[in-house]
């Protein structure tokens, strides 16, 4: 009677026991870093228990930024991640990943054979599934937003999967605009909470529109964690500055790290990959970074 403790629901905490409970079994803040200093300078890096969206009109290459982030959470060794490409068939996507780990670019079977590269490329992709820590996954054209969530849901749970990229979000939703609107946002509040529940990173790639805002929803910045931009002087004359993408931290940055650019990635043909580089001073054609710098630092 005398030790009788207050009476609660479970899913408040107030006492002592409960605050220390979350202490101690609230996992450590982890993340994988990039390898583009300025955005792990700003972020420290794509983070766990967050929603991550990466922003750019049509026809950047956010694919193969996509592509070089799962391969550097790949290349850690500590994590396992999941990943949807809607836009490329299922080989594509995996030969993407192979040419990161040979170096040299074997992104169709033609490019394999006149190099002859078949034995390895064989052998990476053994290594890939050997290593159970890659998961292709498809999402149906006809799923509902809650097939979509659940699908993430059961990598994360049964196959023990840390980080997801999804690219492009617009893309599974269906409908008029403004029903592709109350989709989307839907969509990426149920993935918001489910991030932090499951201690996975989620990590989706979103189309601008003119105005440099999420495609269908501008609701969408709302909603995540960290806010990456990236663009690219498609008209340069320069071939580097063409062959550039240059990454920028947006309006929101939950480490506090502040916005604006962060380095960038240059493009290698010969091995199809992208490999950061160091931006510095202004970038002059991105439309999405200067809006970020204009708008100041602003950090969550």
């Known amino acids: 009677w005398f030790n009788a403790q207050k009476v609660k629901p479970d899913n408040v905490n107030t006492t002592a026991e409960d605050f220390l409970k979350v202490y101690d079994e609230t996992p450590n803040y982890e993340y994988f870093k990039t390898g583009i200093s300025g955005l792990d300078d700003k972020m420290l890096g794509i983070h766990k228990g967050a929603l991550t969206m990466i922003l750019a009109p049509t026809g950047l290459g956010k694919t193969q930024v996509f592509r070089y982030l799962e391969y550097q959470c790949y290349k850690q060794g500590k994590y396992s991640l999941a990943f949807c490409h809607a836009e490329e068939v299922e080989l594509t996507s995996l030969l993407g990943l192979v040419s990161y780990e040979l170096q040299t670019n074997v992104i169709r079977k033609d490019l394999i054979e006149e190099k002859n590269l078949e034995k390895e490329v064989k052998e990476t992709l053994k290594k890939f599934g050997d290593s ?11 799923a509902d937003v809650d097939d979509i969530v659940e699908e993430v849901r059961f990598l994360a ?102 916005s604006g650019p962060a380095g960038g990635l240059l493009f290698d043909l010969g091995s199809y990959t992208l490999s950061p580089v160091e931006s510095t001073g202004v970038i002059e054609s991105p439309k999405l970074v200067t809006r970020v710098v204009d708008e100041g630092d602003i950090p969550f």
């Open 132 to 142: 159970e820590r890659l998961y292709q996954f498809k999402i149906a054209l006809d």
């Open 157 to 258: 749970t049964a196959m023990g999967v840390d980080f997801f990229f999804i690219e492009p979000i617009q893309d599974f939703i269906s409908g008029d605009t403004s029903t592709k609107e109350n989709k989307l946002t839907d969509l990426v509040n149920k993935l918001k909470r489910l991030a932090p529940e499951l201690n996975v990173g989620i990590l989706f790639i979103a189309h601008a529109n003119e105005d440099g805002e999420a495609k269908y929803c501008k609701s969408l910045t709302q909603s995540v964690a960290y806010e990456i931009f990236i663009d690219r002087d498609l008209e340069s004359e320069d071939e580097e500055t063409r062959n550039t993408t240059f990454v920028s931290v947006g309006r929101k940055n939950r480490t506090g790290g502040g």
